[in-house]
Nanobody, 127 residues
Framework: QVQLVESGGGLVQAGGSLRLSCAAS????????MGWFRQAPGKEREFVAA????????YYADGVKGRFTASRDNAKNTVYLQMNSLKPEDTAVYYC????????????????????WGQGTQVTVSS
């Protein structure tokens, strides 16, 4: 079991930056591939980024490539999402999630793959 708590959201002007954190508790955080998702008002939740448990390799949605960077610090049981050059369309509730299986070689953009979710943190980008 993995418990997740996001933080770092807030209100920022377009072009600004935020860093989201996701603190994990429970067993073997370092063995889980982690994902970031977001849900804007009136829209379905969508994939943002994922970071593999072993190599730390990352995978991004097209709309955030080059602007967002996912990273993890396994010693601190924390995964991060650095968001730069923010746009109003990035406004959403952001969620971190842990893959349903530890030690998996899969890195997925499908939310059905992720069984453990945080409560979300609001990011609002003003124009």
């Amino acid at each position: 079991q993995v418990q997740l708590v996001e933080s770092g959201g807030g209100l920022v002007q377009a072009g600004g930056s935020l860093r989201l954190s996701c603190a994990a508790s429970g067993s073997s955080f370092s063995s889980y591939t982690m994902g970031w998702f977001r849900q804007a008002p009136g829209k379905e939740r969508e994939f943002v980024a994922a970071i593999r448990w072993r190599s730390g390799s990352t995978y991004y949605a097209d709309g955030v490539k080059g602007r967002f960077t996912a990273s993890r610090d396994n010693a601190k049981n924390t995964v991060y999402l650095q968001m730069n050059s923010l746009k109003p369309e990035d406004t959403a509730v952001y969620y971190c999630a842990a893959d349903r299986s530890p030690y998996t070689s899969v890195i997925s953009r499908a939310e059905q793959r992720y069984d453990y979710w945080g409560q979300g943190t609001q990011v609002t980008v003003s124009s």
